[in-house]
């Protein structure tokens, strides 16, 4: 991915209002970010950590989401729909489809939004979390990024 200012950040939400993203929680540490290895940019509001941002290319413009984290009562494994690291801080995360006032999609999420660092093995996730497979990593991440185009596709 290549790397984002604040402004092109701010500038790619296509669910929230132009309000919601002016004051939306940026990460501070956009110049220090792994661009490499990161096939979209993704982080939780530290305020509030219901809330959490997902900010990819697709089709060819920076777009970006604002995610809801949906609480749950039981800690289990569950697979992240997107990179399928399967561990136990994967969430249900929503988002407001785009123009739609009251519709939403959801899937299961890495809570921390770091699949492209477990995908690439800069973070783990714990034993048990990446199964073996014959796919190649790049094949791995061509999986992710079609899982990512597929959700943003649903929410647009």
């Not at 995610?67 to 801080?89: I, Q």
């Amino acid at each position: 991915m290549r790397p984002l200012t604040e402004r092109d950040v701010r500038a790619s939400f296509v669910n929230c209002t132009k309000g919601e993203a002016k004051r939306l929680a940026v990460p501070r540490d956009l110049a220090d970010r792994p661009w490499d290895d990161l096939d979209f940019l993704g982080w939780r509001d530290p305020a509030s950590p219901e809330r959490a941002y997902l900010v990819a290319e697709h089709e060819g413009t920076v777009t970006g989401i604002a995610l809801r984290r949906a609480t749950r009562g039981t800690k289990r494994r569950v697979m992240c729909t997107l990179c399928l690291t399967t561990h136990d801080e994967v969430s249900l995360m929503t988002a407001r489809k785009a123009r739609e006032r009251d519709n939403s999609v959801g899937a299961y999420l890495c809570a921390d939004l770091a699949c492209s660092l477990y995908l690439r093995g800069r973070k783990d996730a714990g034993p048990g979390s990446r199964l073996q497979e014959s796919l190649t990593p790049q094949e791995q991440i061509d999986r992710t990024t079609a899982n990512l185009a597929a959700f943003l596709a649903r929410v647009l």
